[in-house]
C-alpha cells in the first residue's frame, strides 16, 4: 500500500498522510509558539521519562542502540536522538514529510549519519524492520490512523521484551474542552470532534481518550510507567505570548504543572512510557 497523492483523501486503510501539507505543518506548528513549546517540552521530558535516555544509556544499549521513529514527519525527533548518540531509522509514509525530514538532515551532516529514512507506514514495519526494538518513538501518529487501536497492537509486536515505547497521542478529552471554549456547544455535547481527514484540516481523525490508552496497552502487554500532558495551558490563552520573556514564562507553567493531577489530563498531547512485558 503506497500513501495517497492526493491530501484530500484518506489512505486505504482509513489512514491520514500529509502528503502537500509538509510546508504547513513547518510553518504552522514548529515555527509558531505552539510548536517551540511541544519540542521544548519533549526536550524537558523525554530523559526524565525515558530509561534508554538516562546517562550511558546508548553505550549501554551497544549494537541496540538504534530508534525507531515511527511517523517521523518533519525529522525533528529523529535529529533530537542523533545528538544524543542514537542511530535513528525514521519511517514516513508521506512521501513529502520524508523530503522535508531529508532536507532537515543535510543541513546537518554531522548528524545526518546516524539517521535512515524509510518511506514506510506503520503497517508494514513488521516485514520491513522488525526489529525487535528497545526503543520506539510514535508521537502524534496513532490520532491519525482509521484503527489507532491495531496500530497500538503493532507497536508492540515491534517491541522487545523489556524495550520502552515513547507514545505521544492527541488528547480527546482536551478537544472537547477547547470546542466548549470556542463556543462549539452542540459539537462538544454531542461529541462530534473527529476530523475528516479532508484538505488543509489538521483536526486528527482519531483523537485519543487517556481511558482508551490504558485499556490497550493492558490489552497488547504494555505498561504505563510514566504520563504527562503537553500543551495543557497555551491553547487558551486569549493571545499567543508576547515576546520572549512571556514565552519563556509559559514553557516554566507548561513544565511545573504538565505532570501534576488534573492538569496534565488536559494537556493538547498526551506523552507516554509504555513498557512492554518482559
Not at 486505504?12 to 504552522?28: E, I, P, V
Not at 520502552?164 to 463556543?183: C, H, I, Q, T, Y
Not at 452542540?186 to 481518550?209: H, N, V, Y
Request: hydrophobic share 40%; glycine share 8%; with cysteine.
Amino acid at each position: 500500500m503506497k500513501p495517497s497523492a492526493n491530501a484530500l483523501e484518506l489512505s486505504s486503510d482509513g489512514d491520514r498522510y500529509f502528503d502537500g501539507l509538509a510546508d504547513k505543518f513547518s510553518r504552522s506548528l514548529y515555527n509558531a509558539p505552539r510548536g517551540e513549546l511541544r519540542l521544548a517540552l519533549l526536550d524537558a521530558l523525554l530523559p526524565d521519562m525515558l530509561a534508554s535516555l538516562q546517562a550511558g544509556a546508548p553505550q549501554r544499549l551497544a549494537s541496540t542502540s538504534t530508534v525507531l521513529d515511527v511517523g517521523g514527519g518533519l525529522g525533528q525527533q529523529a535529529l533530537w536522538f542523533a545528538q544524543r548518540g542514537f542511530q535513528v531509522n525514521l519511517t514516513e509514509p508521506s512521501s513529502d514529510m520524508l523530503t522535508h525530514a531529508e532536507k532537515a538532515l543535510q543541513s546537518r551532516p554531522e548528524l545526518a549519519e546516524r539517521v535512515r529514512c524509510y518511506p514506510l507506514a506503520l503497517q508494514h514495519l513488521s516485514d520491513a524492520l522488525p526489529g525487535p526494538w528497545r526503543l520506539i518513538v510514535c508521537h502524534a501518529v496513532l490520532e491519525w490512523l482509521g484503527n489507532p487501536r491495531q496500530g497500538l497492537r503493532q507497536l508492540s509486536e515491534l517491541l522487545a521484551p523489556g524495550g520502552e515505547l515513547s507514545l505521544m497521542v492527541f488528547n480527546r478529552d482536551a478537544l472537547r474542552f477547547s470546542n466548549v471554549v470556542k463556543g462549539n456547544l452542540q459539537k462538544a455535547q454531542e461529541d462530534r470532534l473527529e476530523g475528516l481527514g479532508l484538505g488543509q484540516r489538521l483536526t486528527p481523525i482519531s483523537p485519543l481518550t487517556h481511558a482508551q490508552i490504558e485499556a490497550w496497552s493492558q490489552e497488547h502487554g504494555l505498561k504505563i510507567q510514566q504520563v504527562a500532558g503537553i500543551r495543557i495551558f497555551q491553547d487558551y490563552l486569549h493571545q499567543p505570548p508576547q515576546g520572549v520573556g512571556e514565552l519563556e514564562r509559559l514553557i516554566a507553567l507548561e513544565k511545573q504543572f504538565c505532570r501534576r493531577e488534573p492538569h496534565w489530563r488536559l494537556g493538547r498531547y498526551l506523552l507516554y512510557t509504555l513498557v512492554k512485558a518482559s
